[in-house]
Structure formats: structure tokens, C-alpha cells
RNA sequence: GUGCGUGUAGCUCAGUGGGAGAGCACCACCUUGACACGGUGGGGGUCGUAGGUUCAAUCCCUACCACGCACACCA
């Protein structure tokens, strides 16, 4: 144990970074975040949302990542089966957009190098990469189990992919067809229905007119995409529209182009928009799909993959070739001077948006694979209507609701390289083979087809498909390991909820159907970061704070608790501020001092962590002992309801203001050294524990140098507030002292009295003797105090007996404001109402608030008449 | 369009059916046995607007305004 004698040697600033390193090294060594299924205590398991393995830490981790944190030590502590699973998600499309962009600075497209090459390169660079976020973790002081750490590409994890694929299949809930996907032109992929950002963009509406072959008549329809009329094949108009009714089953000819196409009539169509025709493109617009399925139109597709024309299925006339926004513009002219044109006007609407690219989306008729969902929806939506799952705050649950009872198939198959390839193979003919291995693959088309040749489909799977098994994924399913038997379903999810959707959803899913259990039952939806202005954190906008650099400066603690202590239970968001950080590393700094003074004191502390008897405890002691008590009793259930920001302002409130401003300094005045030493290390032991969870380090490193038992206080016993006495009535007449103080010190400063530290002599019993406990006992030169302590609420009447020209002003603006207070309680009492309504208690209590205004008005009026003033 | 959230001191935000709070910023004072990354005190708000319920509303209800978010097939 440290030596008084060397801790006074400590520097007056606290060092984080002469600190930090050196425990995490200490931790992480001797294997304390590291823990094995243990079926006889109460498991606590966060399964951590797997950064992406080229990720780096964001500001959004300090809010979604703590808490976790947080909680794993809390309940390590707690002396539960606590581990933190630990991992990192191959992000298939962020992952490869980036590196084929690396790579095309140095002058390599992917397909030169091919699939292999491209995906050793991808391995190579997730390698090298990939530990730079665990790096950064172990900055930020996230200790979870990093023996157990997993990649979603790894061997295992790669295994339940092709399980569950292969087991969707058989049973009918995975299949191939041709429907409208999400083509990201950009990315060369397609992307789900959740990856996709609705944008309010500036565009236009062309009216443009379809004329009948003959000329007899003509329709018009309103646009945003006439490029998109190369593929019309049909003309849609609201079934009870009067305006076209007699137009229905007639043919017009699709401008340009000469195709005669029909006029349909159908509900989907809004008479109020535009001129109540709509074209119907069904390949290449959502609406128009559903259109064209309801009457069985040809669907032909007239974009490539790159979003250009393309004649391959239908006559495009000159603008095959053509980029999409090339080709509205050439149509546009082409329409004017055909003089078809009607009318072009600006109109504002939402674009669909590739969420990773930006790109623009392009609705395709796509040959794809797809989850059936509502079959899966189904059981993860009862869960959570009989509450085996729970979101909080729980708002979030509503739209995890929604979002279920809408559910639309998922499309899966992605046309990257980096990923899980689709256990799929092909025929010549065409027959699908669908099996976990290729050994298998080949067996069943052996013996099914002949043993013809098989191709196997060069699709991998979407990412989430990979993360929604991770839960059980990660404890070696579907093998029935110790892991996955102790530690399946998990306690709580930690999120964002912008992946509510992407991933929460589909955990809960796949979870339920291949372990018939939700993965866990709550679901914590942590707040997102944005600057003070409200505004997202982005590199262009030049606004992102790097989480580095803030430990940088004020040290992973301090960037912790800074951030903690901005999330509200309720919120959505947190508008960043570094300042919170600043205000951080000067707590840390103050908690460095008390402990330099603790560990001066000259009579030295016990070596054992024990307490005075409570007979020779001083109301001072007593006070901090019941106010740990109520803050440990606080804490605790602010932790349990992930009320962090609360927990972390009680901490913070009992360190500072309580134990550091009023206990330390009751500890300077002689009646309370005996007791002091004992108590100083007992309460600040206690303080340091239960900070552990939030600042790990600095709680870490003072508790080491206090008496305790154990080698470390990452394992150290959470406090137990009934191990610490509670003395209510000795604490309420100490923090009764506390407010006379404080008046005392008021009226020193405004009346501007000669400092003095002589002891108030005339302070009455038991605050006379508690004055003599605290170093607050100043009384300014040349006046007399006196304190009633039997009044409630700590509010205590002083009079001063100082120079009557000082004392003058103050007391008139006292008398003002007494006389108001005594007035708004007196005609408050003297509504019969009030009396015969209200709850007795609170009639009883403005009765005593009245009588103790008018009290202390009294006071002040015969002092003012004593120095002549008549009211 | 539908749903959700937010509007309280200059800033960021707590909070409560019965006397408006914190931190930062600001002002003044203070080196007192740990701490100037400190201590003490102070100024500053018609608690978004308008109604309603209630003995009593910053808090509950309704409408409106402003901002944010999610969902949505108005081309």
C-alpha cells in the first residue's frame, strides 16, 4: 500500500495519461474483462453491435458504447456471470465501396484483379485495419471480452450463415424471383428497403400529352421522370373519374416512341394530383409494378446497370446509350419540339436515396433473392406485445411495431465480392441447388440431376443477414456450447435506432425461429451525437469531434462522463458539447486533490476499511454515511432503469459538492480528527467504486492507493448501501446547518463585513455544538448570528447585529420580500376552497410556511423599528 | 400525409399539480491545513402561444406556432 509519505508527493494536477495506458495494460493482462459461463450466478451478457472492421470510433460510440461498458462492470461487480461480447461485421458494402476506391487510386479497378484476388486484398486489408477500433476501444476504456472477440467472416460465423440460408430455404421462406429491387447505380448493388434515405429534393414536373393514334383524342399526364416513358406500357387514371371514364380501355401512342399503349383504370392513381393521368412504367417505379401486376401489363426494363438506356428488351429509338439524366433532358427537348410538352413547373419532392452511396436510387426488375418476412414477423411481433421484449425508452417499440406489421419481403443477394457468397449453385439447365457446402452441392446434383456441372451464384448475402444470427452466432451455435446454453438469450441490447430496423428487428426474428426465444428482452436505445447545433456530425461539414482527440485531451474518463452525463432518459439526441469533457477532467482532477488530501491527513489511515462505532461518530460523519447510503441506494436504480445521465449527476453531486465541499472541510476542525481518517477512507473507498462503472480509470487508480481489499476494483464488491448506516435526523439537522451556513456566508458578502473567523458564540444548542464541527463557523467581526434550527426545510431565520447603516438596506429587502411571501400564504389559506380541497398535508404545511414568515418578519420589523423605521 | 419527440436563465439541459433548478458563460470577492482544472457569493427566466380542467397549472387536456426525427407508392 502507498505511504502517506509518498502520496503527498503527487502532483497537484491529475494525469490521465500517465494513468490510463498503464491500467488498461494491468486489466487486460491479468484477464479481468474475461469470463466463462457460470450457471450458478445470474448471467449478465451484452452482445456488442459489431463495429465494421474498417470502422474508427465516432462520438456515436461514446453514447451507444459506454453504456455497455457501464453496465458490464456494474454488474461484474454485482458479482454476476458479466461479460461483454465483443466483435467486428465485415460491413459488406462499406467495406468494398472503400477499398475499391483505395484501389482506384492506385490505378486498380476490382475486376481486374478478379473475385480471389479482390477478396485477399479485402482480407488483407480488413487484417491491418481491423484493429484499429479495438485499439481505439481500449482507449476509451471499453473492457469487453476480447478473448471471445468475433468477425462475422470467420470460420463459425460463416457456418450458421450457410445454416440458416439453407434452412430458410428448405422451408420455403428464402426464394428466388424476379421483382422491383433498390438498384444503387453507384455501388453496382442492389440495397433493402431499409438502406434507403427518402431526400426532399428541387425537381420539376413535366405535363407532357399522349395523343390517340388517329388523332381523336388525347391524354394528359403529368411527370417527374420522362425518361422513364421509353418503358410506359400503359396510361392509369382513377377508376371513378369522370373526367376520363369514357378514355378507359382506349389506346394513346407513346410519344417519341410510336408504341401504342392502354388506358387503364385503377384505385392507385390520386384524381387530385397532377391532371389525374399517370403514366406507368411498371419496370422502373414502385406504383407502377403494383399497377402493372393488378392488370397484367408487360414490364419491360429500359435502364442498365450503370442507370443508362437500354434497348436490350424494347425499342428505346436514339437514346439507347444514354445516362439517365441525359436522357430526361433529350426527351424533355425532344417532347417541345414535337410539341407535346405542356408544361414544365418546379415541384419539390423526395428522392429515394442510397443510404452508403448518396446515389440516387433506381427501382429495377431484378432477378434476386428474398426473405419471405411475415411469417418471421409474426412471433417477433408477439413477443413483443406480450412484452418478452421491451425497448427504452419505449416509444421505440411503437415503431419497431409499425415497422413489423408492414413488413415487406427482404431482398438479400447482393452483387458484391466481399461477403458471404450465396450457398447457391446452377444447373445448365436452370434447377437450383441450394446446400451448406459444395461437396454437398455436388452431391445432391449427382444424385438429383445427373451430376451435371454446377455454377455457383456470384451473390453474397446483405450483411444484416450475418448480423441478425449474431447473438447466437457468436457463442459457437448451432453447436449446444456452455456458452450458448448459459448465455443465450442475452440481458440487454445496446443501439442506436437508426438500425432498429436493419438489425434489431431481424435479431428478434431469426433469434425466435431457430432458438424459439428472443436474443434478449430488452432493448436499450441509446441516444445519437450531434453537435451543438443540432446538426449531424460530418466530415464535409468539417463539425465531427474525434473521440481521439478528446481523450487526448482530457483523458478517457473525463470523455466518458462528459458524455454520460448528457444523455437523458427520454432524449433522442445529444447536442454535443466539449465543454461537459472540460468539466469532466476538473472533477477528475478535484477527486485527485481530496485524495491527496486523504492520504496527508498526519495521523495516517487504517490499514483495514473500518468504522468508528457509531457512538463516537460525529453528526458530520453521520451525515456523509447516510448521504452514500442514499446515493449508492440512487445510482444502483438509475443503472438498473440505464438512467445514465441521472446516475451519473448523483455520483458526481455526492463527490463534489457533498463529499469534497462540506465533509473534507468538517474534517479541518480539531472535534472531528479522531474519527476522520476512518471515515475519510471508508466513504471515499465507497465513492470509487461506485464510479468505477463511469470513469474506470481514475476510480481504478485511487481506490488502489486507499485501504481495500482485493487487487483490483474491477472486481471489487459493488457497494452495499445496508452496510452503511442511515441516520436521516442527524443528517437533516447537519444539512440544516449547511443552509444557516450558507445564509450566514450570504450576509457576510452583501453586508460586507469585516472577515473574521471567531466562532459564533451565541449560536444556540445543538447548532452550537454542530458549528463547532464544520470549518463554517465564521462569524463576521462585530456581529452576532443567531440560527433557529426548528424551522422545516433547512430555512433558517438570522439575525445579524452588525452597523445599522449596513444592516438598513438589507433588512428593508427583507421586510419586501417576507411581507409578499406572507401574503400570497395568507390568501391562500384564506380561500375556503383551498382549505376544503386540498390534501391536509399540504394545508398544514403552508400553514407552517405562513407562521414561519411571519416570524422571521417580525424579527426583521422590530429590528427595522428598533433602528427607527416605522413599517 | 401519418406517427413520434422537443420547446424552461445568453448556451446545453434537469425538474415538479401547491415556495422556478444545474453546469457552462457573466460579475464581485477570496490564495483559508487537497485542488485557480480551486473556493465563496451574486445578477439573469411572464417555464413557446391561446384556451380548458382544478381550490391551485411550468407540470394534466385541447388547439395553434416553431424546430427535429421516423414512416409513406401523390407520378
New binding site residues.
Partial sequence: MTSPQKTTQLP???DPKAVEPRLYEFWERSGFFHEDPDPARPPFIIPMPPPNVTGRAHLGHGSTYTPQDVLTRYHRMLGDNADWLPGLDHAAIATESVLVRELAAQGISRDSLGRDGFIERAWEWSRTTGGTIDAQFRTLGFGPDWQRSRFTMDEGLSSAVRKVFVALYREGLIYRGKRLINWDPKGKTTVS??EI??IERDAHLWHVRYPSKDGSFAIE?????PETMLGDTAVAVHPEDERYAALVGKHVVLPLIGREIPIVADA????????????VTPAH???DYEIGLRHKLPMPTILDSDAKISGAEIAVGPYAGLDRYDARQRIVDDLRVAGLLIKEEAYR??VAVSERSGEVIEPLLSLQWFVTMKPLAEPALQAYRDGRLRFVPE?YG??YE??LE?IRDWNISRQLWWGHQLPVWYTPDGDVVVAETEDEALEIARTRYNGAPLTRDPDTLDTWFSSGLWPFSILGWPEQTPELQCWYPSQVLITG??II?LWVARMVMLGMHFLGRVPFPTVFIAPLVFD???R?MSKSLGNAIDPMDLVERYGADAFRMGILR?M????????F?E?RCE?A??F???IW??T??VL???EGLPRAMTLPKDADLTVADKWILTRLHETIASISERFDAFDFG?AA?AIWRFV?YEF??WY??AT???QN?TTRAAVLSFVWNNAMRLLHPIAPFISEEVWLALPHDGVTIMTATWPDRLEVALDREAATLFETHMAAT?QI??LK??LELPLGSKPATKLPGDLASLAQLTAYTEAAAGAVITVDPKL??G?AAIVVEAPATLLLERYRKDAIRLRS?VQRSES?LG?G??IA???PN?VTK?RE?LD??RNELARVESALAAMGETA
Wanted: with cysteine.
Fill in positions: 497537484k494536477n491529475y428497403d431499409a434515405d427518402h399526364i403529368a411527370t417527374t421522370r392507385a392513381v390520386e384524381r387530385g394530383f397532377g391532371t389525374g393521368a399517370v403514366k417505379d414502385p406504383t419532392h423526395s416509444r411503437r415503431t409499425q415497422w408492414n435506432w437508426e430496423f451543438a447545433q443540432g449531424k448528457q437523458r432518459l427520454e432524449g433522442q439526441e445529444i447536442r458539447q465543454s468539466e477532467r476538473n477528475n482532477n478535484k486533490n481530496a491527496r488530501y496527508s491527513l498526519p441521472n449527476d463534489w469534497c465541499d473534507v472541510e479541518k476542525v480539531p480528527h450558507e456566508r450570504r458578502q452583501e422545516e426545510g430555512i411571501e391562500k380561500n376552497d383551498f380541497k386540498a390534501a399540504v403552508e410556511k414561519a414568515y
